[in-house]
């Protein structure tokens, strides 16, 4: 048997001639040769075969010179259609805005970002004359909230002596007892600068009325008072009540007046920012900065008959002079009226200062103006903080015919809720009950022999203190 294989021409003709045999074969073909068949492989078998890379680098050098006439057309193209647009703006974002909605659901600003000042590079080279000036700096919140208040504050200068300052009140009530009338403060009025009284006053509304501190404007009815642009005018007294330390001021000017946006106590929390703006030893628009450091502190407050009031206490720094003058959250809002400081026996701040609630303030500046009574409220017992259990008012003793007496109160009783309002102290509970104008229904939560009562007073009116000289 013969490897060879057979001739592939005797079963097909490529040319289509349809040749029989070798006689009718062209001369001119080419004589077939033996092809010996070694072994069969199949296409996957074969090896691979390789690229010229000469070839690979024309095509990729082609490739890359397309891409960059590209990117190079783009480019010039941008210069032409943009020339005339302008720079991009840099928007500065400002400091809070003044609201006067309670400020309990704001939030607190982010940090502004910093920019050099204008004029000046970063590196701190002058910038060159072909280079716009720089953004100024954003509004810090101290700033922000200045800028909102001092406009609102004035100064007030009173004609005449100078006012002294209230005595304290020697000595605690028999068996150590406290009562609504005496208790011992170390706590003093701002002194007033010799040859008159000095102090501060926050613009009430836009008629020209002047909120400020009854120990501020003395037995004056009439004062100078200087706005925030230095403008001055004559100002009446329109009436004070000393027992709580508020006074009104009204002023005739054709001014366009600033007034304060007031926010209520219940927005006060201990920590946030507060912002002192007065005029501390005749020094106008001073601001000073701090934090609420307590807020409800029953401090003895007023002249003459004093009485007690829930301050808000703060650290930011209150001199003679500021008294009357605002105290602003961080959004601007006037929370309280600067009254008091604390001292070691200078004149000089410590760190203690304290202001009338904006609230206390303005209701006893609206019962000025309508001519209602200022008269302090009275409930009729001696009273101490018990050692022991649950905070609130003990009631020690009940004086007879008062309107504590007629409401049922008794001895060992502790009053823990006024009006719902949560009572920790006596003296807390003696701030609420002067505060109320008498004649006012209140209810008291009593705690008497493990059970808890309610008690519907009518407040009195507190009757004078008496002075121990005319016995």
Request: aromatic share 4%; hydrophobic share 40%.
């Amino acid at each position: 048997m013969s490897n060879e294989p057979e001739d592939p021409r005797s079963e097909w003709d490529p040319l289509g001639w349809e040749l029989e045999g070798p006689d009718e074969q062209p001369s001119n073909l080419p004589k077939p040769r033996a092809v010996e068949v070694v072994a069969w492989a199949s296409q996957d078998d074969l090896p691979p075969q390789s690229r010229n890379p000469v070839m690979v680098m024309f095509v990729a050098s082609v490739l890359l010179a397309v891409l960059g006439l590209v990117g190079i057309g783009i480019g010039v193209g941008s210069i032409f259609f943009n020339q005339d647009t302008p720079p991009p703006e840099v928007v500065v974002v400002s400091g809070p805005q003044v609201v006067s909605a309670p400020a309990s659901g704001s939030q607190i600003l982010p940090a502004p970002p910093v920019v050099p000042p204008s004029g000046q590079s970063p590196s701190g080279e002058s910038p060159s004359s072909d280079q716009p000036p720089s953004p100024p700096i954003p509004d810090d919140p101290v700033v922000a909230v200045a800028r909102a208040v001092i406009p609102s504050v004035v100064l007030i200068q009173v004609d005449g002596p100078e006012l002294e300052d209230p005595e304290t009140t020697p000595g605690f009530p028999p068996e150590d007892q406290e009562s609504e009338n005496e208790v011992p403060e170390e706590f003093e009025l701002p002194e007033q600068e010799p040859g008159g009284g000095q102090g501060s006053g926050i613009i009430y509304d836009a008629s020209g009325l002047i909120l400020t501190n009854a120990h501020v404007l003395g037995d004056a009815e009439a004062v100078t008072v200087q706005f925030a642009d230095g403008t001055r005018a004559e100002g009446v007294v329109v009436g004070t009540a000393p027992a709580i330390d508020v006074g009104l001021v009204r002023v005739d000017t054709d001014m366009a007046l600033t007034p304060a946006v007031f926010a209520d106590r219940s927005t006060v929390e201990v920590g946030q920012l507060a912002v002192a703006v007065g005029s501390p030893f005749g020094l106008q628009q001073s601001v000073t900065s701090g934090i609420v450091s307590a807020v409800g502190r029953a401090i003895r407050e007023g002249t003459g008959d004093s009485a007690f009031v829930e301050m808000i206490q703060t650290d930011a720094p209150i001199n003679p002079g500021n008294s009357g003058g605002a105290l602003a959250n961080r959004f601007g809002q006037v929370i309280g009226m600067n009254t008091l400081i604390q001292t070691d026996g200078s004149l000089g701040n410590i760190g203690l200062g304290f202001a009338i609630p904006s609230d206390i303030a303005l209701n006893i500046a609206q019962r000025i103006l309508n001519g209602e009574s200022t008269e302090l409220g009275y409930l009729g017992i001696w009273g101490t903080d018990p050692e022991i259990g649950h905070p609130g008012a003990l009631v020690v003793e009940v004086e007879p015919g008062t309107p504590a007496d007629e409401a049922g109160l008794m001895e060992g009783d502790l009053i823990v809720l006024m009006d719902n309002e949560v009572v920790s102290t006596f003296t807390e509970l003696a701030a609420k009950v002067q505060f109320r104008v008498p004649g006012t229904e209140v209810e008291l939560e009593v705690v008497r022999d493990d059970d808890q009562i309610t008690l519907s007073v009518v407040i009195g009116s507190r009757p004078p203190v008496e002075d121990p000289d005319d016995e």
